[in-house]
């Protein structure tokens, strides 16, 4: 069995940073393709950053426009685990963030498709606001 589980999120004052985890157990972090997704009620989830199928830590990285410079995504493929990195927070990044995992390669690629994810963490809350 696939579960995903994220942990780290919480309240920051605009510009503020925080780092999101994202636990991959039953398969190889190394082996799917990872993306991070954020949702607001009454709006369609987003995806934030992604990270490709790949042996090397850093992967090949995609990053939805309003969060490239300002977030860092990353795989330990020794704790299993992705991070996401998010400095420079604005109050429009409020939301759930959740981490999915796909077996296709291709799901990295922008722009990022929940449709493409096979398997959902239950999401942790960030919230910037001064």
């Known amino acids: 069995e696939v579960r995903l589980v994220e942990s780290g999120g919480g309240s920051v004052q605009p510009g503020g940073s925080l780092t999101l985890s994202c636990a991959v157990l039953g398969i190889p972090v190394s082996s799917v393709a990872v993306g991070w997704f954020r949702h607001v009620p009454g709006k369609k989830r987003v995806g934030v950053a992604a990270i490709e199928i790949d042996f090397n830590p850093e992967g090949s990285p995609s990053y939805r426009d309003s969060t490239r410079g300002r977030f860092t995504i990353s795989r330990d493929n020794v704790q299993n685990t992705v991070i996401l990195r998010m400095s420079s927070l604005k109050p429009e990044d409020t939301g759930m963030y959740y981490c999915?995992?796909?077996?296709?390669?291709?799901?990295?690629?922008?722009?990022?498709?929940?449709?493409?994810?096979?398997?959902w963490g239950q999401g942790t809350q960030v919230t910037v606001s001064s």
């Open positions: 999915a995992a796909s077996e296709n390669g291709g799901a990295y690629w922008l722009p990022l498709e929940p449709t493409d994810y096979k398997y």
